[in-house]
DNA sequence: TCCATGATTCTATGATTATCGAAATATTGA
DNA sequence: TCAATATTTCGATAATCATAGAATCATGGA
């Protein structure tokens, strides 16, 4: 990973509501969770929820699908994993410590 | 880690400047690099350079040690791995599938 | 004590960001 | 087609942030 992509994505989850929503996708499972849904449990406005979305669906960290009437939102795993990874390179002057990359991978549920 | 102390640590990252400055701090080890290096390596103006390390300081990320007329910085591993630790929490739907937290724990230079 | 060097603080400026009311768009069911 | 619901876009405002020149502070050597 670039510089230049980490940076947005950090950029992304370094807000408090956002990084609510996110945790609140990652939580509820690839399946995702309506717009409606997450604004009931966090307690934000539409207009600044969407636009969080927007953010966090712009950085790589979310994905939609529409289903009916309803948006539904959901966390991706494979962003954050690549994002880990950028973040523990170099640790130790170059020499590998983490044997298998932090977290899901692949996704598991 | 609460998301009050996770917010400043990713906002402390997500800006190039300063997630160029703690990159070099990591690949540096744990004696450090004094100020000027740093901005001979990014080509950072001084004023512009310490704003920044204040701002990585003040969220914990980096510590520094006086040593004659020098300031050095380095990495604080710790906070990282806390940080790494929080966003892959829950990652999982609550199941835990990480065994050992990531990156050097303890640092490992 | 004075000077040179390393680093920080002060200050001003331009740019980006978060918020949300109101309006617009999209989809479904009647 | 019309009404109801879900979500997004628009627009305005307030707040925060990044940058760097100039001034200041701190340390060590002459």
């Known amino acids: 990973m670039e510089i230049k992509t980490a940076v947005p994505l950090l950029a992304a989850l370094a807000q408090e509501s956002r990084l609510a929503i996110y ?8 399946g995702g969770l309506a ?19 927007k953010e ?4 790589g960290l979310v994905t939609s699908r529409q289903e009916g009437r309803f948006i539904y939102y959901s966390a991706n795993y494979t962003a954050m994993n690549e ?27």
């Open 23 to 30: 945790r609140t996708l990652v939580a509820a499972g690839s």
């Open 35 to 53: 717009v409606g849904r997450i604004g009931e449990q966090l307690q934000v406005a539409p207009a600044t929820l969407s636009f969080h979305l």
């Open 56 to 59: 966090l669906s712009h950085a």
């Open 83 to 109: 994002l880990l990874a950028y973040l523990t390179e170099n640790c130790c002057a170059g020499q590998p410590c983490t044997p298998a990359p932090p977290c899901c991978n692949p996704p598991c549920d």
